[in-house]
């Protein structure tokens, strides 16, 4: 007999892979599923996650598998079937461009909050749990893992009065994010620890460093009364700094309702002048100085930009994975596995972190439904088939569009001369040239390691066609 408590599943981390985790164990009939979440609350509003999630077709597939479907996602989200940028100048000109960006098949993404994400999936645990087939238990924070004599594995959850809760899951899911601990932990019981690794790869917007500043739903903008008006809309504000480690922009993503705040990303390179910034009216007077126009003093109460000022920049890691994401214990009688951030991670350039995880959580079920419910076996084939996809989702975060943030100007024109170009190849080849690697990775049907395949393909071809046409082009200028 052991005091430890047994349960099927403990899922360490209620972010968006352990709360939608709990739900998918729930669709296939288990009981006895554990959430364990450090933060108090679950609406606890974490303002340096402020991100704009786009939920797209690879996302939505688990979730329309839970019985999550448009009129839900509706509810929380906004359906994004086109993209509209309205820019304001600090000259007091206004642009709108709509940039031909997007696949016209692709299954419709939703942009939706972290919060309101968070909010749907635990609204839908809520009504769905009537049997108490889950347990929420927030305030509480995986400590770590130890190996009893007998090969049992105990996972130790501390609560937020202090107490030490003892598990013994026959299911362990780190969902614990990027700096898991659960990952931590399983290393420490490997044979070979260096497995569960990070493996960390250079990109060029790894580093860069973004903040959040929140403004009204609505506001005008000095040259245009109307300004920001339409909560579907994405608006940008340039400023008229000139010098590169001045110059900013202001970026509002388009957000699910016209009540909601406008929340406006604001990313550079960390040797930006606006990091040296200490004060909220040190704040106040750059920003007055670079957006005449913008009513600064009036769009940002003095909380709020206190808050802002106050709040340390976030960074964007390196595109990671790790290569073991599966453990058994008790001569596989226990399972340990990870889930999302805490088996790969990369800055948010082709906006696939929440959805990956959840892809992830998919092909454990379908790995489930396979192996008949058997979780050795499903937990093998699961780690089998996910670690050559993060390994190629990490190439392609690096490579796809990571100049995106205007970090490197010249590079940033360069990628859209290249992307027209290709563009224009492919539908003038009628897809013998291979489509440009930000469009390929809106298909969200496509296997990660076939999209990378693609996107090297089509390099090469422009590549190729490129040293070709300047060959014909000497000869034609040397006669
Ligand atoms: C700036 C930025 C912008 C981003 N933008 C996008 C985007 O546009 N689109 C997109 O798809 N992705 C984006 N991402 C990535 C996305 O946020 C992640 O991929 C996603 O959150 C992963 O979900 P997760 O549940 O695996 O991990 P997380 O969201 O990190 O959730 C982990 C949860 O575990 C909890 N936890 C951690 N440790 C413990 C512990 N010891 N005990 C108990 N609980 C614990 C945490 O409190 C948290 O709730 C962005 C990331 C960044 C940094």
């Known amino acids: 007999m052991t005091d430890n408590l047994s349960c099927k599943v403990l899922i360490c981390g209620g972010g968006p892979s352990g709360l939608a985790a709990a739900l998918m164990f729930q669709a296939r009939g288990w009981r006895d599923i554990v959430v364990v979440e450090r933060r108090p609350t679950p609406d606890q509003f974490e303002r340096s996650k402020a991100f704009n999630y786009q939920l797209d077709g690879r996302g939505q597939r688990l979730l329309n598998e839970l019985g999550i479907g448009p009129e839900t996602l509706e509810q929380f989200g906004l359906p994004n079937d086109h993209f509209t940028l309205t820019n304001f100048l600090a000259d007091g000109k206004v642009k709108v461009v709509q940039p031909p960006i997007l696949v016209p098949d692709r299954k419709t993404p939703y942009w939706m909050t972290r919060n309101r994400l968070l909010a749907m999936l635990h609204q839908y645990i809520e009504t769905t749990n009537t049997e108490g087939a889950i347990r929420l238990l927030y305030g509480h924070s995986f400590e770590g893992l130890e190996q009893a004599d007998d090969g049992r594995l105990v996972a130790q959850i501390r609560s937020e009065d202090d107490a030490v809760l003892r598990y013994e899951p026959e299911l362990l899911l780190g969902c614990d994010g990027l700096r898991s601990r659960v990952r931590e932990a399983l290393a420490r019981l490997a044979d070979d620890p260096d497995a569960f690794d990070m493996l960390q790869f250079p990109s060029p917007s790894t580093g860069l460093t973004y903040k959040v500043l929140n403004l009204p739903p609505q506001f005008p903008v000095r040259t245009d009364p109307k ?185 940033l024109k360069l990628w859209m001369m290249r992307f027209v170009f290709q563009l224009g190849l492919h539908k003038l080849s009628r897809g013998l040239v291979e489509m440009p690697g930000f469009m390929l990775s809106q298909k969200h049907l496509m296997p990660f390691t076939e999209m990378w395949r693609r996107f090297q393909r089509g390099n090469y071809t422009v590549m190729g066609l490129g040293v070709a046409s300047g060959l014909l082009l000497g000869r034609l200028l040397l006669g």
């Open 227 to 411: 300004g920001v008006h339409d909560h579907a809309m994405a608006y940008a504000f340039i400023s008229n700094y000139s010098a590169p480690d001045e110059k900013l922009a202001l970026f509002a993503l388009p957000v699910a309702s016209a009540e909601d705040p406008r929340t406006i990303n604001i990313i550079l390179k960390p040797e930006h002048k606006f990091w040296q910034l200490g004060s909220a009216e040190e704040v106040t007077a750059y920003l007055k100085e670079g957006f005449p126009q913008l009513a600064i003093d009036e769009l940002v109460p003095e909380e709020e930009m206190a808050d802002f000022a106050a709040l340390k920049p976030g960074r964007f890691p390196a595109p990671q994975y790790t290569r073991r994401i599966h453990s058994e214990f008790d001569q596989g009688r226990q399972q340990a596995l990870l889930i999302g951030d805490a088996a790969h991670a990369f800055p948010p350039d082709l906006g696939l972190g929440v959805n990956s995880a959840l892809e992830d959580l998919f092909e454990l079920n379908q790995a489930l439904n396979a192996a008949s419910d058997n979780v050795a076996e499903a937990s093998a084939d699961y780690a089998k088939a996910r670690v050559p996809e993060s390994e190629a989702l990490v190439q392609l975060v690096r490579r796809v569009h990571p100049y995106q943030y205007n970090q490197d100007p010249l590079r």
